[in-house]
């Protein structure tokens, strides 16, 4: 008796999960907005790409195939729609391709579901741009490198784009990136050819707002630091 009662709850239970009145193809929306919420605006212009992600092949050659769908880009106010047809046999996503954009939950953003309309938001913010002047002066270990960091991101999630100077002497301007509303830190630092390979580092803090570009001028002298 118990025997039977278990077959029959897995043949109701597979002739569910196999039934032939579940469609392929389900009719499904994602939309949402790109905003930058350190200046509490939008952004026009973010290419938002819509994309099937999936297990393929067999045993040893299986492997997640990535498919194209469509891309869009958002609009006047922020806003992006898809609306294409869910294939039950794969899982959707959607990212967004802009360059020297931030985004906060970019790894963290959820499935689309089929046959509703899912709202998924791009939370993120535009770099200021810190542009900075330097005289270097006696750079005898090569690279001298300068990068910034925002004091506040204890995750260390961000990096930023960094430069590295050659030359003993130079003036040059560097376009670096900081994050607004923040504590950042431009950062100049080599490694000398001691034994030791000893570090050397300059630090200088900088307090953002939501300036488009904030300029600095230093007199780097490698020798003192």
Request: glycine letters at 4%.
């Amino acid at each position: 008796m118990y025997y039977s009662i278990l077959l029959a709850v897995f043949t109701i239970g597979y002739s569910c999960e196999t039934s032939d009145d579940t469609p392929q193809f389900i009719q499904t929306t994602v939309k949402g907005q790109a905003i930058d919420q350190e200046r509490n605006s939008v952004y026009s212009n973010d290419t938002i790409v819509l994309s099937a992600n999936y297990i393929c092949g067999q045993g040893f050659t299986s492997g997640e195939c990535y498919e194209l769908i469509a891309t869009t880009v958002t609009d006047s106010n922020g806003n992006y729609e898809f609306t294409f047809n869910y294939d039950v046999d794969k899982g959707y996503t959607v990212t967004r391709t802009s360059q020297h954009t931030y985004y906060d939950q970019e790894e963290e953003l959820p499935r689309i579901e089929p046959g509703v309309v899912n709202t998924i938001d791009f939370l993120g913010w535009r770099p200021i741009i810190l542009k900075v002047e330097a005289t270097v002066s006696n750079n005898v270990f090569p690279d001298l490198r300068v990068v910034t960091i925002d004091d506040n991101d204890f995750t260390g999630r961000f990096s930023f784009p960094s430069y590295k100077v050659s030359e003993e002497n130079i003036a040059t301007t560097m376009y670096l990136h900081g994050k607004p509303h923040t504590q950042m830190s431009v950062i100049f630092n080599y490694n000398d050819t001691n034994t030791q390979n000893n570090y050397h580092e300059r630090r200088e803090i900088i307090n953002t707002q939501v300036q488009d570009t904030i300029s600095l001028s230093y007199e780097v002298d490698c020798s003192t630091f």
